[in-house]
């Protein structure tokens, strides 16, 4: 199978069970998103440190999932093979509940930072956010699984906590935000 196929040269590319589309068209946008996300998380992985087999074991099902979420965007007018679970929301609200549980209460903010594989976490955390604000532009056109919304906005908040939960591990000290007026 050849990896290219010529289709996309002038700028267009199908949805899957539908027509052809612009390649900014906000389900392709939203798809590559997603495969950013992906990315950043696959850097996160390869830089986590010795004893993070529980985040890799979670995070590497996330990039599954990840998949079959920008599958479920990418596909119109058909019954969907791929579709977000809430079971899988769910999910990752037990993962945050518990690395929080191994975490000082977060009184200030943090800034991004200390470790590649936090920071890495944050990147990913950030790109989670955007796709979700696609996301939401996306719904406002078209109606989206509320499982799917949930997902990338719970997302987000794992990859905040496994950038804390990171560094807390290699104790590594957050960087608290100070304000101008602390800064001086």
């Known amino acids: 199978m050849k990896i290219y196929t010529r289709g996309g040269d002038q700028g267009k590319t199908s949805l899957v069970g539908g027509p052809r589309v612009e390649k900014d068209c906000l389900h392709i946008e ?5 495969d950013e996300l992906n990315s950043f998380i696959g850097l996160m992985l ?22 079959d979420a ?12 791929c579709q977000v679970e809430l079971s899988w929301v769910e999910a990752l609200e037990q993962m ?30 950030a790109v989670a956010r955007r796709a979700e604000r696609a996301l939401v532009r996306l719904h406002l056109e078209e109606p989206q699984s509320p499982e799917l ?29 100070q304000s101008a007026m602390e800064r001086g």
């Open 46 to 67: 390869a830089h986590l440190p010795e004893g993070s087999e529980d985040i890799q074991a979670i995070v590497s099902r996330i990039q599954h999932q990840i998949f």
């Open 149 to 177: 919304m949930s997902y990338l906005n719970r997302l987000s908040d794992l990859l905040f906590v496994i950038g804390r939960t990171l560094l807390a591990r290699e104790a590594i000290p957050e960087v608290r935000w």
């Open 30 to 34: 939203i798809v590559g998103q997603l």
């Open 96 to 125: 945050i509940d518990r690395l929080s549980g191994e975490l000082p209460p977060l009184r200030h903010f943090v800034l991004p930072g200390g470790s590649k594989a936090s920071s890495f976490a944050h990147v990913a955390r």
């Open 70 to 81: 920008g599958a479920q965007v990418a596909t119109v007018g058909e019954r969907q093979s």
